[in-house]
Protein backbone atom coordinates (compact mmCIF):
# COMPACT_ATOMS: atom_id res chain seq x y z
CA UNK A 1 0.00 0.00 0.00
CA UNK A 2 1.33 3.58 -0.95
CA UNK A 3 0.29 7.35 -0.10
CA UNK A 4 0.87 9.09 -3.10
CA UNK A 5 1.15 13.22 -2.90
CA UNK A 6 1.16 15.64 -4.95
CA UNK A 7 1.65 19.36 -5.39
CA UNK A 8 2.98 22.38 -6.97
CA UNK A 9 5.16 25.01 -5.32
CA UNK A 10 5.75 29.00 -6.82
CA UNK A 11 9.15 30.59 -5.73
CA UNK A 12 8.73 34.25 -6.83
CA UNK A 13 12.63 34.23 -8.00
CA UNK A 14 14.22 33.18 -11.41
CA UNK A 15 15.12 29.28 -12.24
CA UNK A 16 18.79 30.50 -12.15
CA UNK A 17 18.76 31.92 -8.73
CA UNK A 18 16.30 29.22 -7.48
CA UNK A 19 19.06 26.26 -8.19
CA UNK A 20 21.84 28.69 -6.93
CA UNK A 21 19.98 28.71 -3.44
CA UNK A 22 19.36 24.66 -4.46
CA UNK A 23 23.14 24.08 -3.68
CA UNK A 24 23.01 26.55 -0.60
CA UNK A 25 19.60 25.70 0.68
CA UNK A 26 21.66 24.31 3.86
CA UNK A 27 21.85 25.01 6.77
CA UNK A 28 18.42 27.84 7.33
CA UNK A 29 15.95 28.18 10.81
CA UNK A 30 13.39 25.45 9.02
CA UNK A 31 16.11 23.03 8.54
CA UNK A 32 17.45 21.97 11.87
CA UNK A 33 16.62 18.64 11.76
CA UNK A 34 19.68 18.46 8.76
CA UNK A 35 22.79 17.34 10.63
CA UNK A 36 24.87 16.95 7.82
CA UNK A 37 25.35 17.81 4.03
CA UNK A 38 27.46 15.91 1.17
CA UNK A 39 27.77 15.90 -2.00
CA UNK A 40 28.82 12.11 -2.97
CA UNK A 41 28.59 12.07 -6.53
CA UNK A 42 29.21 14.89 -9.36
CA UNK A 43 29.75 14.98 -13.13
CA UNK A 44 28.80 17.05 -16.13
CA UNK A 45 27.65 14.19 -18.73
CA UNK A 46 28.25 15.04 -22.85
CA UNK A 47 24.95 16.78 -23.13
CA UNK A 48 26.46 19.24 -20.50
CA UNK A 49 24.07 18.56 -17.82
CA UNK A 50 25.03 18.83 -14.29
CA UNK A 51 24.01 15.08 -12.48
CA UNK A 52 24.73 15.49 -8.55
CA UNK A 53 24.29 13.16 -5.55
CA UNK A 54 23.80 14.40 -1.99
CA UNK A 55 24.13 12.69 1.17
CA UNK A 56 21.85 14.19 4.29
CA UNK A 57 21.75 13.28 7.75
CA UNK A 58 18.76 13.84 9.58
CA UNK A 59 17.40 13.10 12.93
CA UNK A 60 15.30 10.78 12.96
CA UNK A 61 12.00 11.85 14.54
CA UNK A 62 9.48 9.25 15.63
CA UNK A 63 7.13 10.81 17.77
CA UNK A 64 6.43 9.06 21.50
CA UNK A 65 3.55 7.47 20.89
CA UNK A 66 4.93 5.74 18.43
CA UNK A 67 8.38 4.72 19.49
CA UNK A 68 7.13 2.51 22.31
CA UNK A 69 6.10 0.38 18.83
CA UNK A 70 9.15 0.54 17.70
CA UNK A 71 12.82 -1.82 18.35
CA UNK A 72 14.75 -0.32 21.34
CA UNK A 73 18.13 -0.43 18.72
CA UNK A 74 16.80 1.57 15.74
CA UNK A 75 19.41 4.65 15.04
CA UNK A 76 18.65 8.03 15.46
CA UNK A 77 19.88 9.32 12.74
CA UNK A 78 18.53 8.70 9.19
CA UNK A 79 20.06 8.63 6.00
CA UNK A 80 18.80 10.26 2.93
CA UNK A 81 19.84 10.50 -0.58
CA UNK A 82 19.11 12.99 -3.10
CA UNK A 83 19.97 12.95 -6.79
CA UNK A 84 19.64 15.89 -9.31
CA UNK A 85 20.02 16.66 -13.05
CA UNK A 86 20.61 20.48 -13.69
CA UNK A 87 20.22 21.18 -17.74
CA UNK A 88 21.02 24.43 -18.37
CA UNK A 89 20.30 24.38 -22.13
CA UNK A 90 16.46 23.69 -21.21
CA UNK A 91 16.17 25.22 -18.27
CA UNK A 92 15.11 22.40 -16.11
CA UNK A 93 15.91 20.72 -12.72
CA UNK A 94 14.85 17.43 -11.75
CA UNK A 95 15.01 15.61 -8.08
CA UNK A 96 15.17 12.55 -6.76
CA UNK A 97 15.47 11.97 -2.91
CA UNK A 98 14.64 8.98 -0.62
CA UNK A 99 15.33 7.68 2.45
CA UNK A 100 18.29 4.56 2.45
CA UNK A 101 17.67 3.84 6.07
CA UNK A 102 14.44 2.38 7.91
CA UNK A 103 13.21 2.47 4.10
CA UNK A 104 11.53 -0.90 5.29
CA UNK A 105 9.43 1.21 8.69
CA UNK A 106 8.92 3.74 5.88
CA UNK A 107 9.95 4.53 3.16
CA UNK A 108 9.48 8.32 1.43
CA UNK A 109 10.86 9.02 -2.07
CA UNK A 110 10.09 12.75 -3.78
CA UNK A 111 10.18 13.70 -7.06
CA UNK A 112 10.52 17.23 -8.16
CA UNK A 113 10.78 18.87 -11.50
CA UNK A 114 11.83 22.98 -11.05
CA UNK A 115 10.91 24.74 -14.05
CA UNK A 116 10.40 28.68 -15.38
CA UNK A 117 6.73 29.26 -14.36
CA UNK A 118 4.69 29.64 -17.95
CA UNK A 119 2.84 32.67 -16.20
CA UNK A 120 5.32 34.54 -15.25
CA UNK A 121 9.37 34.01 -16.55
CA UNK A 122 11.00 35.15 -13.75
CA UNK A 123 9.53 32.84 -11.56
CA UNK A 124 10.03 29.19 -11.15
CA UNK A 125 7.37 26.46 -10.39
CA UNK A 126 8.26 23.28 -8.60
CA UNK A 127 5.96 20.00 -9.61
CA UNK A 128 6.18 18.15 -6.24
CA UNK A 129 5.23 13.98 -6.18
CA UNK A 130 5.73 12.07 -3.38
CA UNK A 131 5.04 8.10 -2.49
CA UNK A 132 4.90 7.16 1.26
CA UNK A 133 4.91 3.49 2.22
CA UNK A 134 5.27 1.05 4.93
CA UNK A 135 5.89 -2.44 5.39
CA UNK A 136 5.89 -2.73 9.46
CA UNK A 137 3.45 -5.43 10.07
CA UNK A 138 0.38 -4.03 11.68
CA UNK A 139 1.78 -0.31 11.61
CA UNK A 140 1.41 0.42 8.25
CA UNK A 141 -1.32 2.27 8.20
CA UNK A 142 -0.63 4.55 11.01
CA UNK A 143 3.02 5.14 9.94
CA UNK A 144 1.93 6.26 6.59
CA UNK A 145 -0.41 8.29 7.81
CA UNK A 146 2.37 10.12 10.32
CA UNK A 147 4.54 9.68 6.81
CA UNK A 148 2.47 11.67 5.11
CA UNK A 149 1.66 14.63 7.09
CA UNK A 150 5.31 15.00 8.35
CA UNK A 151 5.95 14.72 4.49
CA UNK A 152 3.57 17.83 3.97
CA UNK A 153 4.78 19.81 7.44
CA UNK A 154 7.98 19.28 5.79
CA UNK A 155 7.58 20.74 2.19
CA UNK A 156 6.05 23.62 4.25
CA UNK A 157 9.20 24.20 5.84
CA UNK A 158 11.55 23.49 2.23
CA UNK A 159 9.52 25.98 0.71
CA UNK A 160 9.98 28.84 3.66
CA UNK A 161 13.85 27.75 3.73
CA UNK A 162 14.19 28.46 0.13
CA UNK A 163 12.29 31.74 0.32
CA UNK A 164 14.85 32.69 3.69
CA UNK A 165 17.92 31.39 1.58
CA UNK A 166 16.84 33.36 -1.92
CA UNK A 167 15.95 36.26 0.48
CA UNK A 168 19.29 36.34 1.60
CA UNK A 169 20.75 36.15 -1.29
CA UNK A 170 19.02 39.11 -3.04
CA UNK A 171 20.06 41.33 -0.24
CA UNK A 172 16.98 41.48 1.93
CA UNK A 173 15.87 40.85 5.16
CA UNK A 174 13.74 38.22 5.82
CA UNK A 175 10.85 38.65 7.99
CA UNK A 176 11.38 36.97 11.49
CA UNK A 177 7.25 36.63 11.71
CA UNK A 178 7.26 34.52 8.47
CA UNK A 179 9.50 31.98 10.96
CA UNK A 180 7.08 32.54 13.48
CA UNK A 181 4.07 31.82 11.52
CA UNK A 182 5.82 28.70 9.63
CA UNK A 183 6.30 27.32 13.69
CA UNK A 184 3.04 27.93 14.57
CA UNK A 185 1.66 26.11 11.25
CA UNK A 186 4.20 23.09 11.98
CA UNK A 187 2.95 22.72 15.18
CA UNK A 188 -0.99 22.68 14.57
CA UNK A 189 -0.05 19.69 11.27
CA UNK A 190 1.80 18.00 13.91
CA UNK A 191 -0.95 17.84 16.39
CA UNK A 192 -3.61 16.71 14.21
CA UNK A 193 -1.42 13.86 11.99
CA UNK A 194 -0.21 12.82 15.85
CA UNK A 195 -3.94 12.48 16.86
CA UNK A 196 -4.98 10.53 13.97
CA UNK A 197 -1.68 8.39 13.83
CA UNK A 198 -1.79 7.45 17.15
CA UNK A 199 -5.39 6.50 17.06
CA UNK A 200 -4.35 4.01 13.89
CA UNK A 201 -1.75 2.40 16.08
CA UNK A 202 -3.99 1.74 19.13
CA UNK A 203 -6.31 0.29 16.73
CA UNK A 204 -3.57 -2.14 15.17
CA UNK A 205 -1.88 -2.82 17.97
CA UNK A 206 -5.22 -3.85 19.78
CA UNK A 207 -5.59 -6.31 16.45
CA UNK A 208 -2.12 -8.01 16.55
CA UNK A 209 0.22 -8.27 18.96
CA UNK A 210 3.08 -7.30 17.96
CA UNK A 211 6.77 -6.17 19.77
CA UNK B 1 10.79 23.54 21.95
CA UNK B 2 10.75 24.67 18.46
CA UNK B 3 11.26 28.55 19.66
CA UNK B 4 14.13 27.61 21.46
CA UNK B 5 16.20 25.81 18.87
CA UNK B 6 15.77 28.91 16.63
CA UNK B 7 16.84 31.35 18.89
CA UNK B 8 20.04 29.10 19.44
CA UNK B 9 20.91 29.15 15.92
CA UNK B 10 20.20 33.00 15.36
CA UNK B 11 22.94 34.24 17.21
CA UNK B 12 25.77 32.99 14.94
CA UNK B 13 23.29 32.58 12.16
CA UNK B 14 25.56 33.62 9.12
CA UNK B 15 28.43 32.20 10.13
CA UNK B 16 26.68 28.67 10.19
CA UNK B 17 27.60 26.30 7.67
CA UNK B 18 26.94 22.91 7.22
CA UNK B 19 29.34 20.03 8.49
CA UNK B 20 30.29 16.79 6.71
CA UNK B 21 29.67 13.10 7.74
CA UNK B 22 33.09 13.06 7.92
CA UNK B 23 34.28 14.88 10.95
CA UNK B 24 37.52 15.31 9.77
CA UNK B 25 35.94 16.41 5.93
CA UNK B 26 33.97 19.39 6.88
CA UNK B 27 36.90 22.18 5.78
CA UNK B 28 37.86 20.23 2.65
CA UNK B 29 33.51 20.06 1.97
CA UNK B 30 33.14 23.78 2.36
CA UNK B 31 36.24 24.71 0.58
CA UNK B 32 35.07 22.49 -2.43
CA UNK B 33 31.88 23.60 -1.86
CA UNK B 34 32.68 27.64 -2.27
CA UNK B 35 34.37 26.42 -5.60
CA UNK B 36 31.43 24.39 -6.93
CA UNK B 37 28.98 27.20 -5.98
CA UNK B 38 31.15 30.04 -7.82
CA UNK B 39 31.67 27.84 -10.46
CA UNK B 40 28.23 27.02 -11.04
CA UNK B 41 26.19 30.63 -10.77
CA UNK B 42 29.39 31.85 -12.68
CA UNK B 43 30.01 29.39 -15.38
CA UNK B 44 27.76 26.41 -16.07
CA UNK B 45 24.29 28.55 -15.50
CA UNK B 46 25.70 30.87 -18.42
CA UNK B 47 27.10 28.33 -20.82
CA UNK B 48 30.48 28.34 -20.28
CA UNK B 49 31.63 25.42 -21.39
CA UNK B 50 35.30 25.94 -20.34
CA UNK B 51 35.78 23.24 -17.25
CA UNK B 52 35.62 22.69 -13.91
CA UNK B 53 37.81 24.80 -11.45
CA UNK B 54 37.50 22.84 -9.12
CA UNK B 55 38.14 19.01 -9.77
CA UNK B 56 41.26 19.36 -7.30
CA UNK B 57 39.44 20.15 -4.83
CA UNK B 58 36.43 17.47 -5.18
CA UNK B 59 39.19 14.73 -5.67
CA UNK B 60 40.48 15.74 -1.80
CA UNK B 61 36.72 15.94 -0.55
CA UNK B 62 35.89 12.83 -2.19
CA UNK B 63 38.81 10.64 -0.71
CA UNK B 64 37.95 12.09 2.81
CA UNK B 65 34.05 11.35 2.79
CA UNK B 66 34.18 8.27 1.44
CA UNK B 67 36.44 6.87 3.60
CA UNK B 68 33.91 8.22 6.47
CA UNK B 69 30.78 6.82 4.61
CA UNK B 70 32.85 3.01 4.77
CA UNK B 71 33.36 3.71 8.29
CA UNK B 72 29.59 4.17 9.27
CA UNK B 73 28.61 1.76 7.21
CA UNK B 74 26.16 4.07 5.51
CA UNK B 75 24.41 2.17 2.74
CA UNK B 76 25.12 3.87 -0.51
CA UNK B 77 26.22 1.00 -2.88
CA UNK B 78 24.47 -0.11 -5.45
CA UNK B 79 22.20 2.20 -5.43
CA UNK B 80 21.27 3.39 -9.49
CA UNK B 81 21.08 6.94 -10.42
CA UNK B 82 17.81 8.38 -9.92
CA UNK B 83 17.18 4.58 -10.11
CA UNK B 84 14.76 3.72 -7.04
CA UNK B 85 11.13 2.16 -7.43
CA UNK B 86 11.07 3.07 -11.09
CA UNK B 87 7.77 0.94 -10.92
CA UNK B 88 6.39 3.03 -8.85
CA UNK B 89 7.14 6.38 -10.26
CA UNK B 90 6.07 5.47 -13.60
CA UNK B 91 2.33 5.63 -13.32
Same mark, same amino acid.
Given at each position: ????????????? $??????? !?????????? $???????????????? $?????????????????????????? &????? !?????? =????????????? &???? =??????????????????????? &?????? !???????????????????????? =???? &??????????????????????????????????????? !????? =?????????? | ??? *?? +??? /????????????????? /??? #??? +??????????? #???????????????? #?? +???????? *????? *?? *?????????? #??????
Amino acid at each position: MVKYFACVGLLKS $SWDQVCI !AFWERYPNPY $SNHVLTEDIIFRDVTP $SNRLVSRRLLTKTNRAPRWMEKYLPV &TMARH !AYIIED =SIVDPQNRTMTTL &TWNI =SHARMMSVEERCEYRINPDNTSW &TEINRE !AWISSNLYGLSRAIQEFGLARFKT =SVAK &TMKGFEYVLAKMQGDTPSRTLTEQAAERARETALVAKEK !AKGLA =SQAHKKHQYV | MFF *IC +YSQ /TVYGYSALKMNSVGEGC /TEL #KRE +YDQCFNRWFAE #KFLKGDRSGDPCTEMF #KK +YQHCVQKA *IKEKD *IP *IDGVEFMGPN #KEKRDR
